[in-house]
């Protein structure tokens, strides 16, 4: 795109690549202060770290590693990708909450780039992912949790939202395809459940049925979750590049699709 369409009153004028970055950069601080005028908005991915760490701790433990401890390096970066994964599901939902109530119309009088509030939305929802990497680490360190390498933790925190970013425009297109929250919510559940558990975020995968196996093998949590926890061992591998390449193809196809769909249901 070298430029964007705006609307003012009946007319219309193209808006150059740095303008729409710039009202982009602007709506994204506007869901920046939604979150700070009601922070409950974060209780998701401040509660899920706790929940999910402490309850497969529990359960699993003992069971794959022989202790809690043990099981720590395995956990870890199988929840710190789940936790973000889900939280990316947050952006669907807000968007059509935000169409129903008619916010993206009054935004069409405007004189901005018809993208930038969906762009802004998006950009927003990464301080969500930068609180749920956050949370996940800081819960496992107080159980006990420490990697190899504090720089590929950094580092793996960093892919993991990014990962999660390009994800996050899944569920926008879902939000502007859907016509109500809960659909979008529900929805989004039901693509997620099979994606974060049937992967080797949890379990080892030689312990699933053959054809799980499979589908766990080509499952692309499982590749970033690997990513992540050759990351924490100091070690950079190939995971990594694919986890990336990943991302970019989401990117690349979802991205135009999901701003078509919003402008013309705009």
């Not at 939604?34 to 359960?59: C, G, W």
């Not at 018809?114 to 929802?125: E, I, N, Q, T």
Request: with cysteine.
């Amino acid at each position: 795109m070298t430029s964007a369409t705006a609307g003012i009153g009946s007319g219309t004028r193209r808006i150059s690549v740095s303008e729409s970055i710039s009202q982009a950069a602007t709506m994204a601080r506007r869901g920046l202060l939604k979150i700070r005028h009601n922070p409950q908005e974060l209780f998701d991915v401040v509660a899920l770290p706790v929940v999910f760490t402490v309850m497969f701790s529990s359960i699993f433990g003992g069971a794959i590693a022989g202790t809690v401890s043990g099981y720590l390096p395995t956990l870890i970066p199988g929840v710190l990708v789940q936790v973000a994964v889900a939280a990316s599901v947050n952006t669907g939902v807000k968007l059509r909450e935000d169409m129903n109530k008619g916010v993206f119309d009054r935004f069409r009088a405007l004189p901005i780039a018809r993208v930038a509030p969906l762009a802004g939305s998006l950009l927003a929802d990464m301080v969500r992912y930068a609180v749920a990497t956050t949370m996940t680490v800081l819960v496992g360190l107080a159980m006990g949790y420490r990697p190899a390498s504090a720089v590929g933790l950094a580092v793996a925190c960093v892919l993991v939202m990014v990962v999660a970013f390009a994800l996050s425009w899944i569920f926008a297109l879902m939000g502007v395809l859907m016509d109500k929250p809960s659909t979008v919510q529900g929805v989004s559940m039901l693509v997620l459940m099979p994606l974060t558990f049937v992967s080797n975020a949890l379990v080892p995968v030689s312990t699933m049925p053959g054809w799980m196996q499979a589908f766990a093998g080509v499952n692309p949590v499982s590749h970033l979750v690997t990513a992540v926890r050759e990351l924490t061992e100091g070690r950079f591998g190939a995971q990594i590049g694919i986890s990336l390449l990943g991302a970019a193809v989401v990117i690349a196809v979802l991205a135009p699709l999901t701003v078509r769909v919003y402008m013309r249901r705009t």
